[in-house]
């Protein structure tokens, strides 16, 4: 765990230390609530959840469960349709990227232990690899592996997903893992963002309305990507620009917050606090106008 949290900057560390030692991070959270009169939701995303950390991302949904609320698929669309939050406290979307073994492993047990819906967004191709040749598919295509096994499958499979989709949601991750970046050509958007999810549907035998961008860094953006997404007929598209959702928020353009199980609960909060908003506003202006 040690090891683990020297990846998260210097700075954003000593920064999290100030603002929980200044409670700044709980007065933030709680400004939130009353400025929006606690109609908002905020969708975070991890990466791998390995054993390991198992301990520090069950103290994280422990936490979660005190301030936020489960969003359902069902609950967003009702968000969206009505305007208003039905729940008595804000909502959470708990999101998982790159389809990893550890995800259906470790973190599904514990979001069901603490009433949360997870949202598991998975490239295709990933998931196909036969295990023998999965390491090496994610390291060619910055895919992280957190955990090794003795048959080598790092991926989750197919029939774990489509039992895992009874109860939480499946989007679509692109085909690749491909960053929709400008030289992409029109031929690998669409296989990526529409034939990646036909695909995706047909191997978990349902729909699925709900795409992921890959990456975050604004080059990673582009407006001939977002026309495919809109195309295809996606009801809500994931973005990792840090803001909350609101009512007024479009659909396609849902805003992330970074967080790891390897996380400190002051970095967590810090990270939720709505600080990050702020330093995200100018990149998130840039690409939502670029997406719109």
Request: aromatic share 10%; net charge positive; hydrophobic share 40%.
């Amino acid at each position: 765990m040690e090891m683990q949290a020297s990846r998260i900057p210097k700075s954003k560390r000593l920064l999290a230390r100030a603002f929980e030692v200044t409670k700044l991070s709980h007065a933030l959270l709680k400004a939130q609530a009353l400025i929006t009169r606690g109609s908002y939701i905020r969708a975070i995303n991890y990466h791998g959840t390995p054993k390991s950390l198992a301990d520090g991302l069950e103290e994280q949904l422990r936490f979660f469960s005190r301030h936020f609320s489960d969003v359902s698929y069902n609950d967003l669309e009702s968000f969206f349709r009505s305007g208003k939050w039905h729940k008595k406290k804000p909502g959470l979307i708990i999101s998982f990227d790159d389809g990893l073994r550890s995800n259906g492993e470790v973190a599904v047990p514990l979001l069901e232990k603490y009433g949360f819906t997870g949202w598991f967004f998975v490239p295709v191709a990933f998931i196909d690899s036969p295990p023998s040749e999965q390491l090496a598919f994610a390291r060619s295509h910055q895919i992280v592996p957190d955990e090794s096994y003795a048959d080598g499958r790092i991926a989750m499979s197919w029939e774990e997903l489509r039992e895992m989709s009874k109860r939480h949601v499946v989007g679509c991750h692109t085909r690749t893992h491909r960053r929709m970046t400008a030289e992409v050509s029109d031929e690998e958007i669409e296989d990526e963002i529409v034939h990646a999810r036909d695909d995706l549907q047909e191997k978990l035998g349902r729909k699925v309305y709900v795409y992921c961008w890959v990456g975050g860094e604004e080059h990673t953006y582009s407006a001939r990507a977002a026309r495919a997404i809109r195309r295809a007929g996606y009801r809500f598209a994931f973005m990792t620009n840090n803001a909350p959702i609101t009512a007024r928020t479009n659909p396609l353009q849902l805003q992330r917050t970074n967080i790891e199980a390897f996380f400190s609960l002051d970095v967590v909060r810090f990270q939720i606090s709505g600080a990050m908003d702020l330093l995200y506003t100018g990149k998130r202006r840039r690409v939502n106008r670029l997406t719109a």
